[in-house]
């Protein structure tokens, strides 16, 4: 039941700060946030709420899917609302791909935005001439295949050394498209909507946005990669990752083989970011270089953290969070990003685990 | 002789930490490797495992071990404990027992992701099997097979090392050093039950580096003497505790 109250406290919520137009209004749900969930932690009420979702699996996700259908209905009209919250779907995806990258076998990847950045140059080269389902494959595949080349010197390095290689690629990449004119160069592309099978979702049905178009594909793709990512987790591959980022020592020695396992999950992770990206750039219309940069990176790493590492509901919440906060946050104009970064900073000290810390694996949930 | 290792030295830079070692190990046997702090006994382990570089030759079962990547000498049936456990503390004991048993476990994407009554099923016999042998060991630990291994004690962590190290069911076993951390009385109850394992498992060798004599007394058929990386001794261990150059190296005796 605490469950269900949960999910719709969290509903609720969510409407009406994506209704809230007045700063007022906006800063007072903030606090209401910031003073609520530490409360509601310290009284054992996530917990209770969490568990109370994992003892009664099939109704949580009835109660989730209403939820989420509710939102969407009530904002159906509204281009803003469901721009962000495609955004948040789309970021969702190309998270939960840096969660098995990061969360699962410890690669960390602060070239998301590139992965991005190789789906959405992918779409605006290639929506003109092949189906678009086939467009945001490609976008996944071309991502994965740019990973495995970069994976070479990832995993001839540790730690900070391979965080700083995918740094260096971020900015390779964004440096890249910028001087390269066939790119389009720092103007950029634009990219033609999505059409899948003929249904144009650039045009809306009836007095719906369009962007609500955007949305359903985007829980479509939210829910298959939600589905995949936990079914790896709880397998043996999900154990070999875990092994992999805790104690690449006793791997060798219990025969796991730490680069099959760590290309594994780079790629699995890539392929997540370029289809996301490729769907991203459908719905925003263009690609520009300036729309991949390093703090877009940092910005999909702080999801993971913020989330929870290895966490996939964590991810959604924290995407959630990171990509609404700033836009809604539009009238304090420069000051917005000191607050959001101070937000972030207060959440993480006072849940130093991200805000749904991941659980020990339970193959059989 | 399942292990016949002949003039094996590991050097780092001047340093000489495994010396031109001889040393042969029957099938079933179980060896007691001893020596002062330092004197190479975990540097053979290393070296046996694939994690240190080593010259000269260690055949086991006539395959050439110091050629071999570490994932390769596991599958030929070598396992080991470390003498600061290595587990994975976030993990669960039995996700940490099943780290031990990879070689026999199925890990294709396809099968993981999309064969999951398939892999129900072996999830299924690989808990009875975790279950079964951490039985061996301590009955209150199967009741905690799915939690994490980092609330548990240094008894039960160390009894997980050497189930992870088991239930591969290897062909050689190298304890390094399962007494450390624990009372005598613990650790006499972990070597009758590591015994109780081996008799299950016919044939399984064990070189075991103790720095209690005792143990070592009880347990080995026969102990080896380690130096500065030189083998200064060997025989039963009645005998090897009689010899001078031993009695020296332990107690700076001259």
């Given at each position: 039941m605490t469950g269900f109250i949960g999910i719709a406290a969290i509903a609720a919520f969510s409407y009406f700060f994506l209704h809230a137009e007045s700063q007022p209004a906006v800063l007072g749900l903030i606090a209401a946030a910031v003073v609520g969930v530490p409360l509601l932690g310290r009284f054992g009420w996530i917990e209770r709420a969490s568990r109370s979702l994992e003892a009664n699996k099939l109704g949580g996700r009835i109660a989730i899917a209403i939820a989420l259908a509710a939102i969407v209905w009530l904002f159906r009209e509204e281009n803003f609302a469901m721009l962000m919250l495609a955004s948040v779907l789309f970021y969702t995806v190309a998270c939960l791909g840096l969660t098995v990258q990061f969360g699962y076998a410890g690669v960390v990847n602060f070239a998301g935005a590139a992965f991005l950045g190789v789906g959405g140059y992918t779409s605006a080269m290639l929506a003109p001439h092949l189906p678009h389902v086939l467009v945001l494959v490609v976008g996944g595949l071309l991502a994965a295949l740019v990973g495995s080349i970069l994976i070479l010197p990832i995993l001839r390095t540790r730690g900070h050394y391979a965080a700083l290689i995918t740094v260096a690629f971020g900015i390779l990449f964004r440096q890249f498209v910028e001087v390269n004119d066939a790119l389009g160069g720092p103007q950029g592309l634009q990219v033609k909507g999505l059409d899948l099978f003929g249904w144009d979702l650039n045009s809306p049905i009836g007095?719906?946005?369009?962007y609500t178009n955007y949305v359903l594909v985007g829980l479509a793709l939210a829910a298959l990669a939600f589905m995949l990512v936990r079914r790896l987790e709880r397998s043996w591959v999900g154990l070999n990752l875990d092994a992999v980022r805790l104690d690449e020592t006793a791997c060798a020695v219990f025969g796991i083989d730490v680069a099959r396992w760590k290309i594994l999950a780079f790629t699995f992770g890539n392929f997540f970011a370029g289809v996301a990206g490729a769907a991203y750039a459908m719905m925003t219309g263009f690609v520009a270089p300036n729309s991949f940069t390093f703090a877009d990176s940092l910005i999909m790493v702080s999801i993971v953290l913020l989330g929870g590492v290895g966490n996939a509901w964590g991810v959604a919440l924290a995407a959630a969070i990171m990509l609404v906060l700033p836009e809604k946050l539009q009238?304090?104009?420069?000051?917005r990003f000191l607050l959001y970064a101070v937000l972030v900073i207060a959440i993480l000290m006072v849940r130093p685990q991200g805000l749904i810390p991941r659980r020990a694996r339970d193959y059989f949930a | 002789m399942i292990l016949q290792c002949a003039g094996l030295t590991v050097r780092f830079g001047g340093l000489v930490?495994?010396?031109?070692l001889d040393l042969e190990l029957a099938q079933g046997e179980i060896l007691g490797l001893i020596g002062p702090n330092g004197s190479g006994k975990t540097t053979f382990f290393n070296a046996l495992t694939g994690l240190y570089r080593a010259s000269g030759s260690a055949a086991f079962q006539g395959e050439e071990?110091?050629?071999?990547r570490p994932q390769r000498i596991y599958g030929a049936g070598i396992t080991r404990t470390f003498q600061r456990s290595r587990l994975a503390l976030p993990l669960s004991v039995f996700d940490n027992i099943m780290i031990g048993n990879h070689r026999l476990l199925r890990h294709g994407l396809w099968f993981n992701l999309f064969r999951r009554n398939a892999l129900r099923a072996e999830l299924e016999a690989n808990v009875e099997k975790a279950r079964a042998l951490v039985g061996t060991f301590s009955q209150a630990l199967v009741g905690r097979l799915f939690d994490p291994v980092a609330g548990l004690s240094m008894i039960d962590r160390r009894r997980i090392e050497i189930c992870r190290a088991l239930v591969s069911e290897p062909k050689l076993l190298l304890l390094d050093e399962?007494?450390?951390?624990?009372?005598h009385e613990e650790t006499r109850e972990l070597m009758d039950d590591i015994l109780v394992v081996r008799e299950r498992l016919a044939g399984l060798s064990i070189v075991v580096i103790e720095h209690e004599m005792n143990v070592i007394e009880r347990v080995s058929s026969r102990c080896a003497v380690l130096n500065y990386g030189r083998k200064i001794a060997e025989g039963v261990y009645a005998q090897v505790a009689a010899d001078a150059e031993v009695q020296k190296a332990y107690l700076g005796t001259d």
């Open positions: 007095e719906l946005s369009f009238a304090l104009q420069e000051y | 930490a495994l010396d031109r071990l110091t050629q071999m399962p007494s450390a951390g624990m009372t």
